[in-house]
Nanobody
Framework: QVQLVESGGGSVQAGGSLRLSCAAS??????MGWFRQAPGKDREFVAG???????RYADSVKGRFSISRDNAKNTVYLQMNNLKPEDTAVYYCARGNGVSVASSEYDYWGQGTQVTVST
């Protein structure tokens, strides 16, 4: 049984930082991605990382967010700096075979963690 559990969300002021974690169990570590979904909007790709640590980022977060992984802990992280109100969303981690931007390419998803950025 594959399980992904996100943590680390919360409320911060604009310019602040948060680090999200995604703990995986029940499977060999494949590529992992972070997505987010704001109210009334489609789920969108944020960042992804392959098993050999190739990364990919959405243009909107490049230079502010950083994805990393600890294979020994089966955990993926998303360090988010210089947060903006438009980053407010529920953030999800997901398992995929590559770092595609398409959510359909990911087969297991966590339950999500809320990130709220205020002005």
């Amino acid at each position: 049984q594959v399980q992904l559990v996100e943590s680390g969300g919360g409320s911060v002021q604009a310019g602040g930082s948060l680090r999200l974690s995604c703990a995986a169990s029940g499977h060999t570590f494949n590529a992992m991605g972070w997505f987010r979904q704001a109210p009334g909007k489609d789920r969108e790709f944020v960042a992804g990382i392959t098993w050999n640590v190739n990364t990919r980022y959405a243009d909107s977060v490049k230079g502010r967010f950083s994805i990393s992984r600890d294979n020994a802990k089966n955990t993926v992280y998303l360090q988010m700096n210089n947060l903006k109100p438009e980053d407010t969303a529920v953030y999800y981690c997901a398992r995929g075979n590559g770092v595609s931007v398409a959510s359909s390419e990911y087969d297991y998803w966590g339950q999500g963690t809320q990130v709220t950025v205020s002005t």
